[in-house]
C-alpha cells in the first residue's frame, strides 16, 4: 500500500481542459473488502453535464477540420501517455475493481494497442473510398461525377463499462473510435472505477496539450447519479452515444435516444450468454477436456466478461455425462471470489439462487463455501432442451461464473435451440470436421442469430484486429450492423456524405483520382 498512497485523485471533473472544483460526495469501492477506498468524487450536476457537453461542441468545431495524421499523432500520444502511468494506473484499477495485476496490465497494453491500430488504420486506411466518374456523353442523360466519402458525426457520449475499466471504459474501443473518426468525447466514467478513469483522464489530458488538440476534445465526468446520465444523452449536441452495460440500463439509454427531438444513434453492447454448441463425435472423443475449457472459460475473470460461455448444448447420453462429470470436478475446486461490485454480486447470488429453486433444474455443481457474503461461488446446472426452451429465465444471461448445460435428446432439439435462441455477441460449435460438414441447418441458424461465429474454440476474449465483429443482433447489442471492436467501429461515429461534380480543386485530397485507396467506376 505505501506506493499506492502516492496516487494522487482529485476526485473532480475535467472540463475543457480543466479540472473542477467540485464538492465530494462518493467514493469508489475495493470489492475484495467491500470498503469504500481513500478516494472520493464528485457528483456530475446539470451545470457541469452542460458544460462538458458544450465544452466538446466547441472543440469539436476545430477538431472536425484536423487531418488523419494529426489524429493519429493523438491516438498514439494518448498510448505512449497511458504506458508512462501504467503502474499508477493498474495499481488503482486492482484497488476499485479487484482484478488480477496480470490481467490489469494486459488490459492496458490492449487499450493502448487498439489506440496504436486506429492510428495505424488513419495513416493507412483499409477502406476504399467510392468513385463515380462522369460520363458526359451517356444518353439519355449525362452521368455526373460522384464520390463517396464521411464526416465525423460530432460531440460523442460513451459510458464507461464495470467488467473492463480500461479496455472498454475512459479510453477504450468507443472513445478510441470515436476521437479517430473526427468527434470530440464526454466520457461518463463508471463509479466503480472512479479513480481509474481519472487516471486515464490525466493521460489524455497531456496528450491533448502535447498535440495542440482542441481543450474540450476529450472531457470526463463522474456520477453515481442516474440523472447525469439521461441528461447527458438527451443533450442537443450529443450527436451519438457509445455504452457497454446492462440490459436494463442500456434500454433505457437508448430509448432515450430515440424519443429525443432529434434521435440519434446509441451502440449498446448489452451482454450475451455465448452458447456453446458440442457435436456428438467431438464430445465423445473429447469429453474431459472440453469440459475443462468450458470451465476455465466461465472463470476466467470470475464470470465477469460479455464472452463468457453461459450456456452448453449437447445431445444426451454417455459423453455428455463423462462431460458433466469433469465440469463437476474442475467446478467444485474453485474457490468463491469478489465480484466487480457488490451490487453485481448480490445480483448473481439471488439469480443463481432462484434456479436452483427450480425443481426441473439439477444443480451439477458449486464452487467452495464463500468466506464473506460479498464473495460469490462459481456454478453449473443441467436442465432438459424441453424445459430450457419452455423457460425466457433459464435463457436469460446470469453475469458471472455460471453455466448452464442443456443435454437434447436428439440433433432437432438442439436446432430448435439455435434457431430460437436470442441475439448474441457469439456462439461457438465444437467438432470434427467431417461432422461440422453436416451441420448446414446448425450453422446457418447459429449464424443469424450471433455477431461472431466460432469453430473449435471458447468464446473468451476478443481479438482487436480490422476483421473483428463485437457485437450481434439484439439484446446482445442495440445496433447489429456495427462493432465495438476493431477498426471498423470509427465508422459508428461518421455518416457518409457524397460530393457531386465539387471542382477539383475544392475537393478533399482522399476523394481524389490519384489516392491509393479509391476504387473508380
Known amino acids: ?48 453535464v452542460d458544460a462538458a457537453v458544450n465544452a466538446a461542441k466547441q472543440a469539436f468545431t476545430l ?14 500520444a494518448i498510448a505512449e501517455e497511458i504506458q508512462s502511468d501504467i503502474a499508477a494506473i ?64 460530432g460531440p460523442v457520449a460513451v459510458f464507461g463499462a464495470s467488467n473492463f475499466p480500461l479496455a472498454f471504459s475512459t479510453a477504450g474501443g468507443d472513445t478510441a473510435a470515436a476521437l479517430a473518426a473526427g468527434c470530440s468525447v464526454v ?16 493521460a489524455i489530458a497531456r496528450a491533448t496539450e ?83 475449457t468450458q ?7 470470475h464470470g465477469q466478461f460479455c464472452t463468457s460461455p453461459g450456456v ?11 462431460y458433466l462429470a469433469t465440469v463437476a470436478e474442475k467446478i467444485s475446486l474453485e474457490s468463491a471470489a469478489s465480484m466487480l461490485t457488490a451490487g453485481i454480486a448480490a445480483t448473481y447470488q439471488s439469480q443463481v439462487e432462484a434456479l436452483l429453486k427450480n425443481k426441473r433444474v439439477q444443480l451439477i455443481s458449486q464452487g467452495k463455501s464463500s468466506p464473506a457474503n460479498h464473495f460469490t461461488r462459481p456454478a453449473a446446472v443441467k436442465v432438459t432442451a424441453e424445459d430450457y426452451l419452455a423457460s425466457k429465465t433459464l435463457q436469460q444471461e446470469v453475469f458471472g461464473p455460471f453455466a448452464v448445460i442443456v443435454a437434447c435428446e436428439n440433433q432437432a432439439q438442439m436446432e430448435l435451440i439455435a434457431d430460437q435462441m436470442e441475439g448474441q455477441l457469439t456462439a461457438s460449435i465444437h467438432g470434427l470436421d467431417n461432422e461440422l460438414a453436416e451441420q448446414a441447418q446448425l450453422i446457418e441458424s447459429v449464424s443469424y442469430n450471433v455477431g461472431r461465429l466460432i469453430f473449435n474454440q471458447m468464446p473468451t476474449g476478443v481479438e482487436v484486429c480490422h476483421s473483428m465483429n463485437h457485437g450481434g443482433p439484439y439484446p446482445a447489442s442495440t445496433d447489429s450492423r456495427t462493432t465495438s471492436v476493431g477498426t471498423q467501429a470509427m465508422s459508428r461515429f461518421e455518416r457518409p456524405l457524397c460530393i457531386q461534380n465539387m471542382p477539383i480543386a475544392l475537393m478533399p485530397q ?12
Open 1 to 48: 500500500m505505501t506506493d499506492l498512497v502516492k496516487v494522487a485523485i482529485s476526485g473532480q471533473h475535467l472540463i475543457n481542459g480543466a479540472w473542477t472544483d467540485e464538492a465530494l460526495q462518493f467514493s469508489s469501492m475495493n470489492p475484495v473488502i467491500n470498503e469504500a477506498t481513500e478516494w472520493q468524487f464528485a457528483n456530475a450536476t446539470s451545470q457541469i
Open 63 to 76: 477538431y472536425k477540420r484536423t487531418t488523419n495524421d494529426n489524429r493519429a499523432d493523438f491516438l498514439d
Open 90 to 153: 493498474t495499481q488503482t484499477a486492482h484497488i476499485e475493481t479487484g482484478l488480477p495485476m496480470a490481467r490489469l496490465q494486459g488490459e492496458t497494453g490492449r487499450t493502448c494497442g487498439q489506440l496504436k491500430l486506429f492510428a495505424s488504420t488513419l495513416r493507412t486506411p483499409i477502406n476504399n473510398v467510392l468513385v463515380d466518374l462522369a460520363n458526359p456523353d451517356r444518353q439519355p442523360l449525362p452521368k455526373p461525377d460522384t464520390r463517396l466519402g464521411t464526416l465525423p458525426i
Open 187 to 202: 466520457v461518463k466514467g463508471h463509479p466503480a472505477h472512479a479513480a481509474t478513469s481519472e487516471l486515464v483522464s490525466h
Open 210 to 292: 502535447r498535440c495542440q488538440m482542441p481543450a474540450g476534445v476529450f472531457n470526463l465526468i463522474q456520477s453515481t447519479e442516474p440523472e447525469s446520465s439521461t441528461l447527458l444523452v438527451s443533450h442537443s449536441a450529443i450527436k451519438a452515444v457509445g455504452f457497454t452495460g446492462s440490459l436494463k440500463v442500456g434500454r433505457i439509454l437508448a430509448d432515450l435516444c430515440a424519443a429525443r427531438a432529434e434521435p440519434i444513434p446509441f451502440y449498446g453492447e448489452l451482454g450475451s450468454i455465448n452458447p456453446q454448441f458440442l457435436l456428438a463425435e467431438l464430445l465423445t472423443q473429447q469429453a474431459e477436456s472440453l469440459a475443462t
Open 295 to 301: 470451465v476455465q472459460s466461465m472463470l476466467m475473470g
Open 312 to 322: 452448453v448444448v449437447a445431445i444426451q447420453g454417455e459423453a455428455l455425462n463423462r
Open 510 to 521: 482522399k476523394q481524389r483520382e490519384e489516392q491509393a485507396n479509391i476504387t473508380t467506376f
